[in-house]
């Protein structure tokens, strides 16, 4: 696969690269929101709005200077200026998260969305709601099997066919999730990756892919390419980690600081 980066024209500005609107982050799991957010930003978004309770906003905000944040009463402004929407990471399944979901999916406009982890939960049970057109889910497995409603066996069974089906069920890009990342498009054209290593099976791991994927498609790339690339760009960062700090060692926010030195293999 030839990937390329999407071009950066020198006469420019931070909304020249897309605002990405993060709604992650719960108050027992507020690492997702932070891992979510860098990473967009660190793989070229202009900037990341990070919508999330006080709470995790005042966590996040202890660790890093480069994020804007809102409240969840600001959820519906937000969403007017947004680029892209990336949702779910660390979400929880609470009833308060289950509505903020759904909030946001009601109001959301025509811009990229990506689901990941909680949210793709939330949608797996949800009887009826409207999905945006512009749509991107990362499931691992097991939230595969959620949205497919089977077993677990059946998605690793054939995992091309499951990545199909999600597509066709969400008439969604499907990011199927497993150590050969499978992604399939809307008219079901598929990808499957061959970078990353073990060291990707850690907590956070997803969190800092969906944040890429969103960095990408506010950058301008279309849903199937900024995943695609996101996926191997991802893999690429576990094996470069990998080299310096065995595929034991390597933790989640160690993949965020290898997003410059695997974009440069494709510069």
């Known amino acids: 696969m030839d990937f390329k980066m999407p071009i950066r024209p020198e006469i420019s500005h931070k909304g020249s690269f897309g605002r990405v609107l993060n709604i992650s982050g719960s108050d027992y799991m507020p690492g997702a929101a932070l891992l979510s957010s860098l990473s967009a930003l660190t793989i070229g978004c202009g900037y990341v709005f990070l919508c999330s309770t006080e709470q995790v906003i005042n966590a996040v905000a202890a660790q890093t200077q480069n994020i804007v944040f809102a409240p969840l009463s600001d959820l519906i402004e ?3 200026f947004a ?9 929880s399944l609470s009833d308060n998260a289950k509505s903020i979901f759904a ?11 990506v689901i990941d982890a909680d949210g ?18 990362t499931p691992h497995p097991k939230e595969a099997a959620r949205l497919l409603r089977v077993s677990v066996e059946d998605i690793l069974s054939d995992t091309v066919e499951a ?21 399939c498009s809307q008219t079901f054209e598929i990808y499957i990756n061959n970078t990353g290593n073990s060291a990707l ?4 791991s997803g969190d800092v892919l969906a944040g890429m994927i ?9 849903l199937y ?8 760009l991802h893999g690429l960062c576990g094996d470069l980690a990998k080299n310096d700090l065995t595929e034991y060692g390597v933790l989640a926010h160690d993949l965020i600081r290898y997003i410059p030195s695997s974009i440069k293999t494709l510069l």
């Open 163 to 183: 990545a199909k089906e999600i597509s066709e069920k969400y008439s969604c890009v499907t990011v199927l999730k497993t150590h050969k990342t499978v992604v």
């Open 120 to 137: 793709l939960n939330i949608l797996s049970v949800l009887d009826q709601v409207i999905l945006p057109k512009n749509l991107i889910l």
């Open 103 to 113: 909030d946001a999916l009601k109001n959301v406009k025509d811009i990229p969305v």
């Open 214 to 222: 969103a960095g990408l498609l506010g950058q301008k790339c279309d």
């Open 83 to 91: 680029d892209v929407l990336l949702i779910g990471c660390g979400l």
């Open 201 to 204: 099976a850690k907590a956070g």
């Open 225 to 232: 390419y900024s995943a695609k690339l996101g996926v191997y």
């Open 78 to 80: 937000q969403l007017n």
